[in-house]
């Protein structure tokens, strides 16, 4: 009866996430950061798909439970989406370093 719980509880928290996946994906915007700016960053569009990507192979596995050659390919999915996390996260790092640098560019000048 535990297990079900957990499962029900697995199941509810991930398509929260799939929803969150779909938001980003389809809209685009982040929805934690302030401010309207009119240009998305391609990596908010990655980082939805890697939330449908591990969720959705996670809500597969929990519902179908499979076994084999279909579990490896759910697997292979869920280790697909963690490679793109791994990507969005390098190119925002990469952003921020960016931005960070032209500020001090800009105040160095200003001086």
Not at 19 to 24: S, T, V
Not at 43 to 64: H, K, P, T
Not at 75 to 86: A, S
């Amino acid at each position: 009866m535990t297990t079900a719980y957990v499962q029900i509880a697995s199941l509810v928290l991930a398509s929260l996430a799939l929803i969150m996946g779909a938001y980003l994906l389809i809209i685009g915007k982040r929805p934690w950061r302030g401010g309207d700016s009119s240009e998305v960053a391609p990596r908010v569009r990655l980082l939805g798909l890697s939330y449908i990507l591990v969720f959705g192979a996670a809500m597969v596995q929990i519902i179908a439970q499979p076994s084999g050659v279909e579990a490896e390919a759910l697997g292979g999915l869920m280790v697909l989406g963690g490679v793109i996390v791994i990507l969005v996260v390098y190119l925002e790092a990469r952003a921020s370093r960016l931005a960070s640098h032209e500020d001090r560019l800009d105040n160095r000048l200003k001086s």
